[in-house]
């Protein structure tokens, strides 16, 4: 069965970085394209971000271009969104999750993730 963990959310101010990490194990990581997806309290979950099966193609959100990024390590089967300039409106949880297909045109989702909190308070 395949996994998707990630790890690194936490509580940090406005104006400050985390970066995520999303670990894959037990399905060939490489072969799918890799998205973050977040939801605050009270709101319906949103894409944050997705990167091609070898990470060249990479898409966001409006309200975190140019502060977000990820990237992906396929030797190492991990996926990360880095964080910079955080605001009170990113507290959220943040999933990873796979996409079925190479490309992050394909919609449809496979493995999820549990997801980690993000909070940006201060």
């Known amino acids: 069965q395949g996994q998707l963990v990630e790890s690194g959310g936490g509580l940090v101010q406005p104006g400050g970085s985390l970066r995520l990490s999303c670990a894959a194990s037990?399905?060939?990581?490489?072969?799918?394209?890799i998205a973050w997806y977040r939801q605050a309290p009270g709101k319906e979950r949103e894409e944050v971000s997705c990167?091609?099966?070898?990470?060249?193609?990479?898409t966001y959100a409006d309200a975190v271009k140019g502060r977000f990024t990820i990237s992906r390590d396929n030797a190492k089967n991990t996926a990360y969104l880095e964080m910079n300039n955080l605001k009170p409106e990113d507290t959220a949880v943040y999933y990873c999750?796979?996409?079925?297909?190479?490309?992050?045109?394909?919609?449809?989702?496979?493995?999820w993730g549990q997801g980690t909190q993000v909070t940006v308070s201060g």
């Open positions: 999750a796979s996409r079925l297909g190479l490309y992050c045109s394909a919609l449809e989702t496979g493995h």
């Open positions: 990167a091609s099966f070898l990470g060249v193609t990479t």
């Open positions: 037990g399905f060939a990581f490489d072969d799918y394209a």
